[in-house]
């Protein structure tokens, strides 16, 4: 499996915030896509997830 993080902006009512999102690879015929897990505004939450997925 392969999963990443990247940084998304997300909105908190009016006010834009920083998520990091961990993400899958799902591979579907022809092509493959990313669908999100979770998001933390956290990065070492999200490493955390991550490595625990890793883990598995």
Known sequence: MKFRIIPMEAY??????????????????P???????????DKEKAVALMSLLYNM
């Not at 908190?12 to 015929?29: A, E, R, S």
């Not at 896509?33 to 998001?39: A, E, Y």
């Open 12 to 29: 908190n009512g009016c006010i834009p915030v920083t998520v990091y999102m961990v993400q899958k690879f799902v591979d579907h015929f």
């Open 31 to 41: 092509f493959g896509k990313w669908v999100n897990i979770k998001g933390f505004s």
